[in-house]
């Protein structure tokens, strides 16, 4: 997702416009140390 078409209308409309932006990780939920069985699925 970008923030082109906001940007250029704030230009246009001579607003100030900043952009905050947050990076996800949307596998941080998930446990490092556990292992997970790939054996069934190459049978």
Sequence with gaps: ???V???KLAREA???YGVIALATDYDC???PMR???LMPYWK
């Design 1 to 3: 997702m970008t923030n």
């Design 29 to 31: 939920w998930m446990n």
């Design 35 to 37: 292992t997970y069985p």
């Design 14 to 16: 001579e607003i100030c």
């Design 5 to 7: 078409p906001e940007a």
